[in-house]
């Protein structure tokens, strides 16, 4: 069967420990608002087509419509963190599928017969420290995520594993994210709607409401 595409879209760009799990899960259990995913998120030695099984650029359109388009509600939803040579790549095999030759990793254009009609929302974290913190300990330990009831594990684990050199790394990483997003949304003309980490946190419920 034929899947339609949907009526518009909306992606959330993200770096870690900004929320995106406690959001995007959320979003995809309202039942309103699609299945905002990591729908790019695929192996290092994947290709889009190989990732979601099809032999067209037509198939993964119609791949990505059912993965991120979850509920009856018409909207196509993913999250995305965007890595420059991450994001060069995919584009590449975007190209490669469509069969019109190279496209320009900086322009959303690209991505429009797969996300019509897109809004974009802009996740980040006010304490930059915190969320670097919160990144290392998350690496160290593997709790990425917290399901209710699941105790967080105790601070006392980390006391040997401060490395100062680690947390620059991943401050650096996260800067360089948060600045080339924000180089492609101002080459797209891209005014994303922004959520902030502290503030979605002391009031969830009506950040789900504005949003």
Not at 96 to 119: A, N, Q, V
Not at 161 to 187: C, G, I, P, S, W
Request: glycine share 8%.
């Amino acid at each position: 069967m034929k899947i339609p595409p949907p009526d518009r879209s909306y992606v959330i760009w993200f770096t870690p420990r900004t929320g995106s799990t406690l959001l995007t899960k959320t979003l995809s259990q309202l039942g309103v608002a699609g299945t905002p995913g990591e729908h790019l998120n695929i192996a290092q030695d994947q290709t889009l087509d190989g990732h979601y099984q099809v032999d067209s650029f037509e198939g993964l359109c119609e791949a990505m419509w059912q993965t991120g388009a979850g509920d009856d509600s018409g909207i196509m939803a993913m999250k995305y963190s965007y890595a420059t040579g991450w994001h060069d790549r995919l584009t590449a095999d975007l190209a490669r599928l469509r069969g019109k030759g190279p496209l320009d990793p900086m322009d959303w254009h690209s991505w429009e017969t797969i996300f019509p009609r897109t809004k974009h929302v802009f996740l980040t974290r006010r304490h930059r420290l915190n969320l670097v913190a919160s990144w290392w300990k998350a690496r160290q330990d593997s709790q990425w995520h917290r399901e209710p009831g699941e105790a967080a594990k105790g601070e006392d684990c980390y006391a040997d594993k401060y490395d100062v050199n680690a947390l620059t790394h991943l401050l650096k990483d996260h800067l360089m994210r948060e600045t080339a997003t924000q180089a492609f949304f101002d080459q797209n003309g891209i005014a994303p709607y922004t959520l902030v980490y502290e503030d979605m946190v002391a009031d969830f419920a009506g950040t789900l409401t504005r949003l």
